[in-house]
């Protein structure tokens, strides 16, 4: 009787840490995603976009031109990482130099 408690006591602690570890595999898919939303959603002043772009404030405010979203509170300029991400991945710029 006592083989048989300890098997069913063994079969119940494996599924609790399989169900944990699940859950852990879970959570941590969750913390990634929430890790990039959060980066994406971070606001960078201009100076730091004309770092991220590796491009100059003229070259930014041509960008503005074309179509690049800020947000202006007094005399800053905020950008939003995803939102900047986003216009790039839309092609509105041609990295290219035509021939």
Do not use: C, F, P
Request: proline share 0%; charged share 35%; hydrophobic share 35%.
């Amino acid at each position: 009787m006592l083989v048989a408690i300890d098997e069913t006591l063994l079969a119940n602690v494996t599924s609790a840490l399989e169900s944990a570890a699940k859950e852990l595999a879970l959570s941590r898919k969750r913390e990634e995603s929430l890790r990039k939303e959060l980066e994406r959603s971070r606001l960078m002043t201009e100076e730091q976009t004309q770092e991220y772009l590796q491009r100059d404030a003229q070259t930014l405010r041509y960008y503005r031109q074309l179509g690049l979203d800020s947000i202006k509170i007094g005399q800053y300029r905020w950008y939003v990482k995803g939102v900047v991400d986003d216009w790039l991945k839309s092609g509105t710029i041609n990295r290219h130099k035509k021939t």
